[in-house]
């Protein structure tokens, strides 16, 4: 389960990696550390339009369920299905780096570290994501898998689906439903990366947001 990641890079590039967009002109803060219940960059395809605007990360609780639900795994559930056949509700969310905890504490520090993954020369790709609209504002959650063995050697049960080419994300908002489930795949070991570990700076205050939708 992936429930940190960060996106630091800028509407120029999402717009020449997964445009263009129809509000090009957007500016976005640098988002250090997403979690869930936050904010963040989210992009829809709306009548053969592509835009950028900010939703809350979590898809709201059902049923049993008492907390948002921040990641996908079984697209065949009912709770899915409806949202996967309307290429609509599919989103991208813009990512430069994702984050698993370790299974067990640093000796160091007694405390589950942060594992940072990247891809390789590419500093921004996107995650396969769906969305909704609430009386709160829209709201997403986006797709996971396997793990490849890269992000395996920390967490064994799965990663975020990767979209990190034009095709890939092109594939995953206009295909009809099963074709656009086959993007649920382990991203190549050789096309990514954990980030070396170092000292992480200060975090800068956090920007006041407002929907871009």
């Known amino acids: 389960m992936c429930n940190l990641y960060r996106m630091t890079s800028n509407v120029q590039a999402i717009a020449h990696l997964f445009g263009p967009l129809s509000n090009a002109q957007t500016n976005l803060p640098a988002f250090h550390e997403i979690y869930p219940d936050a904010e963040a960059p989210v992009l829809i395809a709306r009548a053969q339009q592509r835009r950028l605007g900010l939703m809350r990360w979590g898809w709201p609780p059902f049923g049993d369920i008492k907390r948002p639900v921040t990641n996908i795994r079984n697209l065949a559930s009912p709770m899915w299905r409806s949202a996967l056949e309307d ?3 599919r989103c991208l969310v813009p990512v430069t780096q994702f984050s698993e905890w370790s299974a067990t504490p640093d000796p160091a520090t007694g405390r589950k570290r942060k594992h940072w993954f990247a891809l390789n020369d590419q500093p921004l790709f ?3 994501g769906l969305w909704r609209s609430t009386a ?3 709201r997403f959650a986006f797709l996971t898998c396997a ?3 890269i992000v395996g050697r920390v967490h064994p049960k799965a990663m975020p689906v990767i979209l990190a080419s034009p095709e ?5 908002l206009t295909s009809e ?5 086959q993007s649920q795949q382990p991203f190549p070991d050789a096309l990514m990366h954990e980030v070396e570990e170092k000292e992480e700076p200060p975090l800068p205050p956090k920007p006041e947001q407002q929907s871009l939708f």
């Open 136 to 138: 709160e504002g829209p």
């Open 168 to 172: 890939a994300a092109h594939h995953w």
């Open 147 to 149: 793990p490849n063995a």
């Open 87 to 89: 290429p609509s509700r």
């Open 126 to 128: 996107a995650f396969a």
């Open 177 to 181: 439903g099963d074709l656009a489930a």
